[in-house]
């Protein structure tokens, strides 16, 4: 593994705090590095990790570090335009080209001409529009929807995606050629749980800016509620992280933290994370770690399945009118077309009509869910 020389650190330093990257850890110092060697060039970019690990700020930092930063970047989230529409949205559309096609539209590469295109959940294309997004990665060169005519555009493309685009090609659900084409340059961004080292540090750059925003003060916490704050899994990545520290700031104003105080805040109460345990050697540690954490998941996944039941049957475990063996009968009727309508409707009443929270409880993209949606009227 290559050392960091001093000179790098300062300067990975100074283009971390002008584009917000947060973290100390080697993971993020060899990251930054890589985002800052691609950053000049023109080279496609594909950024890779799990929903909530901080995606497009990383590729703003690409943009913002290119010579193209004085141009527009243009983000366009794959995942949320119904696959009807996304050709028209990405490449634009000729007047009459189809009905309410009223005037002609520019699409999104040609609003990023000469600046940055930023596409997420880049694996939810559609089969039929990647063989254009191809086209243009290859020669910049595109049609408008109802029209023969080929346009060209000088855009730096930089995608990102939570999906494993291998495992997709060999699904049939991602063109192979196009996989190839994008992961020219491909930008990983660990998990946080990989970089428990950077949790500190992100958690009072969201209380800092939280606070001064809404004027709240920041009563401070223990050594306890921080090693909690490091050893929780966070399935949601930074995303989680800021949404607790804000949900915390607002509730407990001005109190001093502890571990019982944060752990309300969790997906788990405190005392199913803080296993007792005894450590005599390094190894038994790490043992006990990895095992404490398949525990806490085994439960997680536990805990959403009693849940996803409680919004097909009763909350007592039946139909709320029969019970015993009647049960069986009533799971049995349950059509599975019935049983996906009510787990969306419970998301959607849980998170408000949040649909993009309800797609990520879900574990579905939020065109998947805009389609159901109509699909089932709700």
């Known amino acids: ?32 590095q890589v985002v800052q060697h691609v950053a000049p060039t023109d080279i496609t970019v594909l950024i890779t990790g799990e929903s909530g690990v901080g995606k497009e700020v990383i590729a703003h930092a690409i943009h913002g570090a290119s010579r193209r930063s004085k141009k527009t970047m243009v983000t366009v989230n794959c995942g949320a335009i119904p696959e009807g529409i996304i050709e028209s949205e990405l490449f634009g559309h000729e007047k009459g080209s189809f009905t309410g096609a009223s005037s002609e539209r520019k699409g999104y590469f040609e609003l990023a001409d000469g600046g940055t295109i930023f596409l997420d959940e880049i694996g939810e294309l559609p089969l039929a529009t990647q063989v254009k997004f191809l086209r243009i990665l290859e020669n910049g060169e595109f049609l ?5 005519i080929a346009r060209k555009v000088d855009v730096r493309v930089i995608a990102a995606t939570n999906k494993d685009l291998e495992n997709e090609v060999r699904s049939g659900n991602f063109r192979q050629d196009l996989f190839y084409r994008l992961r020219s340059v491909n930008v990983r961004i660990p998990a946080l749980r990989e970089r428990k080292e950077d949790i500190p540090l992100l958690f009072e750059r969201f209380i800092e800016e939280f606070s001064v925003k809404n004027g709240i003060r920041f009563g401070g916490m223990t050594a306890a509620a921080t090693e909690l704050l490091q050893q929780y899994y966070w399935h949601g990545n930074v995303r989680e992280l800021r949404n607790v520290v804000e ?26 994370r803080m296993l007792p345990m005894v450590v005599s050697k390094q190894n038994d540690f ?17 805990l959403e399945v009693k849940n996803l039941l409680k919004g097909v049957l009763g909350s007592d475990g039946t139909s709320g009118r029969m019970s015993g063996n009647q049960n069986n009968a009533v799971q049995e009727n349950l059509s599975l077309s019935e ?5 969306i409707e419970t998301a959607l009443k849980k998170f408000r009509n949040n649909r993009r929270l309800a797609a990520d409880e879900l574990q579905i993209s939020e065109r998947t869910l805009y389609r159901k949606i109509k699909e089932y009227g709700l």
């Open 286 to 302: 790490d043992e006990r770690q990895l095992l404490y954490r398949a525990l806490i998941e085994l439960k997680n996944d536990m």
């Open 1 to 32: 593994m290559n050392e960091i020389s001093v000179e790098q650190t300062l300067n990975r330093t100074e283009f971390q705090r002008q584009y917000g990257i947060v973290g100390e850890s080697l993971e993020m110092q060899e990251l930054v």
């Open 144 to 148: 408008r929807v109802g029209s023969s």
């Open 247 to 272: 949900s915390m700031l607002v509730l407990e104003r001005g109190k001093r933290l502890d571990a019982d105080d944060i752990g309300k805040y969790l997906r788990m109460p405190v005392e199913d």
């Open 339 to 343: 049983m996906e309508r009510r787990m």
